[in-house]
């Protein structure tokens, strides 16, 4: 019989995947495989579960974007090349939402147990890997400073909360932009080098991302005023704002991001704090194996 190492942070999300884990694994059984379920709560932890992994058919885990950051940096760093299956069961669940996993984890389970696998480019920004995206600027550190009870009772709601009391101290960042082809340099309130389409809640703020043509895309939302940046949050809405000429979009196989500044800005990469500027950021085409949807269409 084939195995599957399923990895759980309790602590993610609403702290309710405990409860549904004899589920999960009935579901993987009854599709012939047996499953080791290992609890994770640190960095150490998860090495020790993953770079133990031997001719497993999956390694699954379950937790937000933060929590698969880590897995996939740990099993890159350990050359582990196991397909990874996704339950969502964080306070952000972007990359599974690109994905279309369902956010119920039985659901999400049988996508497991019956999906296909597919070869996957991941991110790379100063030698981290991200799954989703690479970020700085506006809204950037707020899931740094909210804690993890706060998360869990209060969900998105406390981001976006979280959020707006940022608005009346917004900076803007001067940034030197790298790519290939171009160089740009402007002030810019927030800018996001993106591996799927989803970010923030917003599943439409790259509508044309793929996770498998070896380009990352970039948006970099120019300094705006505070009724500038309602109003492109409106537009990213309606999935409209890559034309408004507040927004620089490129698509590009690498970039490098300058600041211009002498103070120190924070980075974010898949909600977890990222690395320090300046940034070199390169698309790894195929890097990671990801069991999907049999329905889903990847472009």
């Known amino acids: 019989m084939k195995t599957?190492?399923?990895?759980?942070?309790?602590?993610?999300?609403?702290r309710r995947f405990k409860?549904?884990?004899?589920?999960?694994?009935?579901?993987f059984f009854d599709a012939g495989y047996l499953t080791s379920i290992i609890r994770v709560t640190t960095e150490r932890a998860m090495e020790e579960a993953i770079k133990s992994l031997t001719d497993e058919h999956a390694l699954v885990i379950s937790g937000g974007d933060g929590t698969i950051?880590?897995?996939?940096?740990?099993?890159?760093?350990?050359?582990?090349?196991?397909?990874?299956?996704?339950?969502?069961?964080?306070?952000?669940?972007?990359?599974?939402t690109f994905l279309e996993i369902p956010k119920d984890p039985r659901a999400a389970a049988e996508v497991i147990a019956n999906g296909k696998i597919i070869s996957a480019d991941l991110g790379c920004a100063n030698g981290q890997y991200f799954n989703n995206v690479c970020g700085g600027g506006?809204?950037?550190?707020?899931?740094h400073s909210i804690d993890n009870l706060t998360k869990s009772i209060f969900g998105k709601l406390a981001y976006y909360v979280k959020g707006l009391g940022q608005l009346p101290n917004v900076m803007p960042l001067k940034l030197k932009i790298l790519t290939p082809q171009a160089e740009y340099e402007d002030e810019f309130s927030l800018f996001l080098v993106l591996n799927s389409g989803c970010c923030g809640g917003f599943n439409n703020i790259s509508p044309i991302a793929s996770i498998n043509d070896g380009l990352l895309d970039f948006l970099a939302f120019r300094s705006m005023s505070i009724p500038d940046?309602?109003?492109?949050?409106?537009?990213?809405?309606?999935?409209?704002?890559?034309?408004?000429?507040?927004?620089?979009?490129?698509?590009?196989?690498?970039?490098?991001?300058?600041y211009l500044g002498n103070d120190p800005v924070d980075t974010d990469v898949d909600g977890e704090p990222g690395?320090?500027?300046?940034?070199?950021?390169?698309?790894?085409?195929?890097?990671?194996?990801?069991?999907?949807?049999?329905?889903?269409?990847?472009?």
């Open 4 to 14: 599957i190492r399923l990895l759980y942070n309790p602590y993610s999300g609403d």
């Open 19 to 27: 409860d549904v884990l004899d589920q999960c694994a009935e579901i």
């Open 69 to 96: 950051n880590m897995a996939i940096n740990t099993m890159k760093h350990h050359k582990k090349e196991t397909p990874l299956g996704i339950i969502p069961a964080g306070t952000a669940n972007d990359f599974a």
């Open 138 to 143: 506006l809204f950037i550190n707020v899931s």
């Open 229 to 258: 940046i309602v109003g492109i949050l409106i537009k990213i809405l309606a999935g409209e704002h890559l034309d408004d000429p507040r927004v620089l979009f490129l698509h590009e196989s690498s970039i490098e991001i300058n």
């Open 275 to 299: 690395p320090k500027m300046p940034l070199k950021i390169t698309c790894e085409k195929g890097a990671i194996n990801l069991i999907v949807p049999r329905y889903k269409k990847i472009n």
